[in-house]
Nanobody
Framework: EVQLVESGGGVVQAGGSLRLSCAPNGFNFDDYAVAWFRQALGKEREGVSC????????WYGDSVKGRFTISRDFAKNTVYLQMNNLKTEDTAVYYCTADPQGRAGFLWAALPYKYWGEGTSVTVSS
């Protein structure tokens, strides 16, 4: 059973924007830590961004700071990743993950997230 559902991926030209969405399947994740990871072909998985479930603090990987924004819509039970000024090196499969231990700090990328989505593909063309 798919626990998290991602959407919004696609093909975009460099400099363009996409917004990814992540919603849980059958549960509310208002107080969960939610993060986005990505994995490009032949590369290791990389932490992109995280939003804490306790205080709403946000964290970003160095490669996306200033370009990506993570946010949470409590009414829609959805977390978004707004990606602006996309670069070819942003091409990857993006995965949403969440954990009921809602606290996230500077080690957010190393947390043992409990729930994962199947990923959505983002391709940035030059």
């Amino acid at each position: 059973e798919v626990q998290l559902v991602e959407s919004g991926g696609g093909v975009v030209q460099a400099g363009g924007s996409l917004r990814l969405s992540c919603a849980p399947n059958g549960f509310n994740f208002d107080d969960y830590a939610v993060a986005w990871f990505r994995q490009a072909l032949g590369k290791e998985r990389e932490g992109v961004s995280c939003i804490s479930g306790t205080d709403g603090s946000t964290w970003y990987g160095d490669s996306v700071k200033g370009r990506f924004t993570i946010s949470r819509d409590f009414a829609k039970n959805t977390v978004y990743l707004q990606m602006n000024n996309l670069k070819t090196e942003d091409t990857a499969v993006y995965y949403c993950t969440a954990d009921p231990q809602g606290r996230a700090g500077f080690l957010w990328a190393a947390l043992p997230y409990k729930y994962w989505g199947e990923g959505t593909s983002v391709t940035v063309s030059s």
